[in-house]
């Protein structure tokens, strides 16, 4: 089904036509055919309706693009994005930057594995990139049968078609992040319920400093495991978590290659966020910077701690009362617009239901199906 925006000019138009012609079945198809002689006529010329008054014919801008998506749907990104259960069928491929894009032909990160499980899956982000679920599964087994790791605990990767989400994460988006617990997997298959309240354990006490009970050698090693991958761009965690790692890897000559790619960011205590690169084939995906060289330890590390260290600024002085009220900022968000125009494809592809219910303005209402407990 096409959705044309312009439909409300279009009728009013059509009706004016219809009575300027005499009302004949020939003038309301002059209208919608574009080849048609008389349409072309009424389209240009100044008709009259039954009152006498002048009436401009319009025709209407089509505005429908690629399989019935709007050109401009007003509402933000991550509502077309965020309820869509299923993955486009396309060929996989990412498109766009990692926090302004999306992901077809995803794959399903299995909910458990021979050494993994998926947490929190009510919120249905276990999908990703091909290449990178297959990354996920191996480390996952590697490092369990080469570390003795007892396994890992799969947090968000990406939604069916990535894309903005609905909370949370300001990238993902392209089925190319994974996050990945701290915490090891338990030798038990956990239930849905302990899947979606289980707490993620921090690697922190304090604010900066390490728990030594919680982060353990074999983090260090699931870590060096994970950054060592051709694959990876980057894994971002804590700067206290990087800090441990250059230090529990200071007899390492060889360090620098897998180390710099481990990233002090904010957040990341609980777990750690790995980054792949764009994979081969994937045009239109936008990879970043390479990581500068050198181990990151050191002076870098140290920046950060002074940052985190820092007391706070003293209070500005009292702001002097505006005279005029301040017109309330307009909230910036995504919207389809923004994304790749490839993104509009992946959105609509299968003509989806609730992606068409949203592109009509009623997504409000659609009420999410819930997933079905594991166990
Ligand atoms: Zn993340």
């Given at each position: 089904?096409?959705?044309?925006?312009?439909s409300?000019?279009?009728?009013?138009?059509?009706?004016?036509?219809?009575?300027?012609?005499?009302?004949?079945?020939?003038?309301?198809k002059?209208?919608?055919?574009?080849?048609?002689?008389?349409?072309?006529?009424l389209?240009?010329?100044?008709?009259?309706?039954?009152a006498g008054?002048?009436?401009?014919?319009?025709?209407?801008?089509?505005?429908?693009v690629?399989?019935?998506?709007?050109?401009?749907?007003?509402?933000?990104?991550?509502?077309?994005f965020g309820y869509?259960?299923?993955?486009?069928?396309?060929?996989?491929?990412?498109?766009g930057?990692?926090?302004?894009?999306?992901?077809?032909?995803?794959?399903?990160?299995?909910?458990?594995?021979?050494a993994?499980?998926?947490?929190r899956?009510?919120?249905?982000?276990?999908?990703?990139?091909?290449?990178?679920?297959?990354?996920?599964?191996k480390?996952?087994?590697?490092?369990?049968?080469?570390?003795g790791?007892p396994?890992?605990?799969?947090?968000d990767?990406?939604?069916?078609?990535?894309?903005?989400?609905?909370?949370?994460h300001?990238?993902?988006?392209?089925?190319l992040?994974?996050?990945?617990?701290m915490?090891?997997?338990?030798?038990?298959?956990?239930?849905?319920?302990?899947?979606?309240?289980?707490?993620?354990?921090?690697m922190?006490s304090?604010?900066?400093?390490?728990?030594?009970?919680?982060?353990?050698?074999?983090?260090?090693?699931?870590?060096?495991?994970?950054a060592?991958?051709?694959?990876?761009?980057?894994?971002?965690?804590?700067?206290?978590?990087?800090?441990a790692?250059?230090?529990?890897?200071?007899d390492?000559?060889?360090?620098?290659?897998?180390?710099?790619?481990?990233?002090?960011?904010?957040?990341?205590h609980?777990?750690?966020?790995?980054?792949?690169?764009?994979?081969?084939?994937?045009?239109?995906?936008?990879n970043?910077?390479?990581?500068?060289?050198?181990d990151?330890?050191?002076?870098?590390i140290?920046?950060?701690?002074?940052m985190?260290?820092?007391?706070?600024?003293k209070?500005?002085?009292?702001a002097v009362?505006?005279?005029?009220?301040r017109?309330?900022r307009?909230?910036?968000?995504?919207t389809l617009?923004?994304?790749?125009k490839?993104?509009?494809?992946?959105?609509s592809?299968?003509?989806?239901?609730?992606?068409?219910?949203?592109?009509?303005?009623?997504?409000?209402?659609?009420?999410?199906?819930?997933?079905?407990?594991?166990?």
């Amino acid at each position: 089904m096409r959705f044309r925006t312009g439909s409300k000019f279009f009728v009013p138009a059509l009706m004016g036509c219809w009575l300027a012609t005499g009302g004949s079945a020939l003038a309301q198809k002059a209208v919608t055919a574009s080849d048609d002689p008389i349409a072309k006529v009424l389209k240009k010329k100044k008709t009259t309706d039954i009152a006498g008054k002048a009436v401009t014919t319009v025709k209407p801008k089509p505005k429908v693009v690629d399989r019935g998506i709007p050109n401009e749907v007003p509402l933000p990104a991550r509502k077309l994005f965020g309820y869509l259960q299923s993955p486009a069928p396309m060929k996989a491929s990412s498109y766009g930057g990692y926090a302004k894009g999306c992901m077809s032909g995803a794959e399903e990160m299995p909910i458990n594995g021979l050494a993994w499980q998926v947490m929190r899956l009510s919120r249905n982000r276990n999908w990703g990139h091909p290449v990178l679920i297959d990354y996920l599964k191996k480390l996952a087994v590697d490092v369990q049968q080469k570390d003795g790791w007892p396994g890992l605990l799969i947090g968000d990767i990406s939604q069916p078609r990535g894309g903005p989400m609905l909370t949370g994460h300001k990238s993902h988006q392209l089925g190319l992040d994974a996050d990945i617990w701290m915490r090891s997997m338990p030798s038990r298959r956990l239930t849905y319920k302990e899947r979606e309240e289980t707490a993620a354990p921090s690697m922190l006490s304090g604010k900066i400093s390490i728990s030594k009970t919680r982060f353990k050698p074999g983090n260090v090693k699931v870590l060096r495991r994970a950054a060592s991958s051709p694959l990876v761009a980057r894994i971002f965690v804590h700067p206290a978590i990087k800090k441990a790692v250059c230090e529990a890897t200071n007899d390492d000559p060889k360090r620098e290659s897998w180390l710099k790619k481990i990233r002090p960011w904010w957040g990341h205590h609980y777990h750690f966020h790995v980054r792949l690169k764009c994979p081969r084939g994937s045009r239109g995906c936008k990879n970043q910077r390479p990581v500068p060289k050198g181990d990151g330890c050191g002076k870098p590390i140290n920046d950060w701690f002074a940052m985190m260290t820092r007391p706070p600024r003293k209070p500005a002085k009292p702001a002097v009362k505006p005279t005029k009220p301040r017109k309330p900022r307009k909230k910036r968000y995504l919207t389809l617009a923004k994304l790749p125009k490839s993104c509009r494809r992946v959105l609509s592809y299968g003509r989806h239901k609730n992606a068409m219910l949203f592109a009509k303005g009623v997504g409000e209402n659609v009420t999410l199906p819930v997933r079905r407990p594991v166990n």
